[in-house]
């Protein structure tokens, strides 16, 4: 596609329930990001792969969050019994590989927990 | 670890006013430094970048950052504000060589940009 594709845009959940969030990276681009923005909390960096490797996954909260990527495309982050805290908005980035530092971001998936 | 601090959350300034966003950056080793933006209901996206090829770099939309080691700054200028320039600013760092965190991309708190008429 053109751009970063995220989805959905909007879910809002129940405590205690999973969720995961979609994220379909520009054709060709090896790296592939995951942020999470709260406000006035900036960006919190999460995990981001090079292909289907993860190098870093030192920003995952806690052992709720996972993240993967297969066929160095499609990345799905996933939230285990979420809590309220969790309430935020999930971007997603890609980058022609992560030595460039010049990510392309989608718009994010807002998510509310009750 | 690299980092970036950002000071101040919010600058006002009239539309016509010189525009300038602080930040600074900690770093063992030459970094390499990005602004971002992030318009009302858009996704963000790069403004410019800083890789050690020179000092002064110039983005879009009129926007300059300027590297001062000395300094450890790496702050954001426009030298005329325009009302479509409010936004939400964020300076970056990029992680150091070698490491698992070589990607990573650290981001600041960010600075909202208000521009008055």
């Known amino acids: 596609g053109a751009g970063v594709s995220q989805s959905p845009s909007n879910k809002v959940t129940e405590k205690g329930k999973d969720v995961e969030l979609r994220c379909d990276p520009i054709?060709?681009?090896?790296?592939l990001y995951w942020y999470r923005q709260s406000l006035g909390q900036g960006l919190e960096f999460l995990i981001y792969?090079?292909?289907?490797?993860?190098?870093?996954k030192s920003g995952l909260p806690s052992d709720r969050f996972s993240a993967e990527r297969t066929g160095g495309s499609v990345s799905t982050l996933t939230i285990q019994r979420t809590q309220q805290e969790d309430s935020a908005v999930y971007l997603c980035?890609?980058?022609?590989?992560?030595?460039?530092?010049?990510?392309?971001f989608g718009e994010g998936s807002r998510l509310t927990v009750l | 670890a690299q980092s970036v601090t950002q000071l101040g959350s919010h600058v006002s300034v009239s539309e016509g006013a010189l525009v300038l966003l602080r930040c600074n950056y900690s770093?063992?080793?030459?970094?390499?430094l990005f602004w971002y933006v992030q318009y009302p209901n858009q996704g963000l996206q790069l403004l410019l970048k800083?890789?050690?090829?020179?000092?002064l770099v110039k983005g879009i939309n009129g926007f300059e950052a300027e590297f001062k080691k000395s300094e450890t700054s790496f702050h954001l200028t426009k030298p005329s504000a325009h009302m479509s320039d409010a936004a939400e600013y964020f300076c970056?760092?990029?992680?150091?060589?070698?490491?698992?965190?070589?990607?990573?991309?650290?981001f600041g708190q960010g600075t909202i940009l208000t521009v008055h008429p």
């Open positions: 054709s060709g681009h090896t790296a």
């Open positions: 800083y890789t050690s090829a020179a000092t």
């Open positions: 792969f090079q292909g289907n490797s993860a190098p870093d």
């Open positions: 970056a760092v990029r992680g150091n060589a070698g490491g698992t965190s070589y990607g990573k991309l650290t």
């Open positions: 770093s063992s080793v030459p970094p390499y």
């Open positions: 980035a890609s980058s022609l590989d992560s030595y460039t530092g010049e990510l392309f």
